[in-house]
């Protein structure tokens, strides 16, 4: 499974829009862009994942760039219960089961 | 549902003691996995198994065993404690190569 890389951490005032960037620079063909976080000590929380389209649910919108290089997830009107560590993670959908977590982005909004 | 359980929640062990971490989900869910976090970390992968009978290795599985008799079942077993598993434990599940996993709440465990 490609790598991704994530900046260690972010601020977001509440009530804006919170933009959180993945590189996933070696990402092959098959592999989707899967979005996790991680609040206080629970076991995280899957949020959205795509291929190449942008995708968007109740929680967030994920926008992949066209060469699928990058992508951002964006939580469009954070609260202050958004405060997590958000996980990106690019994983094969077609074969290998392992789902590998890296350090993730530990995001704090701010009232 | 319940979703993903694990007992205990807590759980404290001197070293050289063996315990199970118990998983179970009841979702029908061919996929488990065990992760660990240690303190200010992500996760790493340790067993998972694509259905029962079948486990294979993450990235850190030295330490520990895992069997899957059962859908629902996936045990991990701590043979020989050392302080350098202190860690939480996470159990999760989800149906096939394509979806979402599902986390179990943790099991918070200390090696003195």
């Known amino acids: 499974d490609a790598k991704t890389t994530q900046p260690p951490s972010m601020d977001c005032a509440e009530g804006r829009a919170a933009n959180l960037p993945c590189n996933h620079s070696t990402i092959s063909g098959n592999e989707y862009v899967y979005w996790y976080r991680q609040i206080h000590s629970q076991g995280p929380q899957y949020i959205i994942h795509g291929l190449k389209n942008n995708e968007t649910n109740e929680m967030a919108s994920l926008i992949i760039t066209e060469d699928r290089k990058s992508s951002t997830l964006i939580l469009p009107h954070a609260t202050l219960r958004d405060t997590a560590v958000y996980y990106c993670?690019?994983?094969?959908?077609?074969?290998?089961?392992?789902?590998?977590f890296g350090a993730g982005t530990r995001l704090f909004v701010k009232a | 549902n319940a979703g993903v359980t694990q007992t205990p929640k807590f759980q404290v062990l001197k070293t050289g003691q063996s315990m199970t971490l118990q998983c179970a989900q009841d979702?029908?869910?061919?996929?488990m996995s065990w992760y660990r976090q240690d303190p200010g970390m992500g996760l790493r992968l340790i067993h998972y198994s694509v259905g029962a009978g079948i486990t294979d290795q993450g990235e850190v599985p030295n330490g520990y065993n895992v069997s899957r008799s059962t859908t629902e079942d996936f045990p991990l077993r701590l043979l020989s404690a050392a302080p350098s598993q202190t860690s939480v434990y996470f159990c999760?599940?989800?149906?096939?190569?394509?979806?979402?996993?599902?986390f179990g709440p943790g099991t918070r465990l200390t090696v003195l």
């Open positions: 999760a599940s989800r149906a096939g190569s394509g979806n979402e996993q599902f």
């Open positions: 979702m029908n869910h061919e996929y």
């Open positions: 993670i690019v994983r094969d959908n077609t074969g290998g089961f392992k789902t590998i």
